[in-house]
């Protein structure tokens, strides 16, 4: 009867625990699911000769932002995909994850930088590298933003989802 004793308690304490494991993964889920709720939506536009990028962007409560945004460059292409990223001061990193109408079967992943002035953000330039398939924009070079294309000013958003 005492070797039965050992063996149960053993038992029963694997059950709690495994309880616990679940109730702990339940509630990092629910705060990760809390802390990716959107807070508020900005929507910008930018207009360049005959180019035309829509942007949109969803602050999250975590402080991240994500979103969308299409890209219209003449002739013909156009780059429809989702943005990623966070501020760091008044300047936003994003990966943009896209296609385009070019190589519909193939997804690009570029990473851009935006300055926030005023009510406009400014995509600048910034030398990138790729390493092992993976392209970012290089840390000890810095990024223009007076020579610029794209400036994008609040524009209203189509829909709020």
Known sequence: MKNLVLPCLLVIGLAFQSCKNEEK????????ADAETVVSTECYQSVYEKDTLALK??????????????MKVAPSTIRTGEVAGEF??????????????????KTFKNPMAFLKRDK?????????????????????KPIDFERVKYKFDAAECADKK
């Open 25 to 32: 993964q339940k509630e990092d889920a629910a705060a990760k």
């Open 88 to 105: 760091h001061g008044d300047t936003l990193f994003v990966d943009y994850t896209f296609k385009d109408n070019v190589n519909k079967d």
């Open 57 to 70: 962007l969803n602050t999250l409560k975590n402080g991240k932002l994500n979103g969308n945004m299409i």
């Open 120 to 140: 406009q953000l400014i995509l600048g330039n910034g030398t990138m590298q790729t390493t092992m398939g993976v392209t970012y924009l290089v840390k000890d």
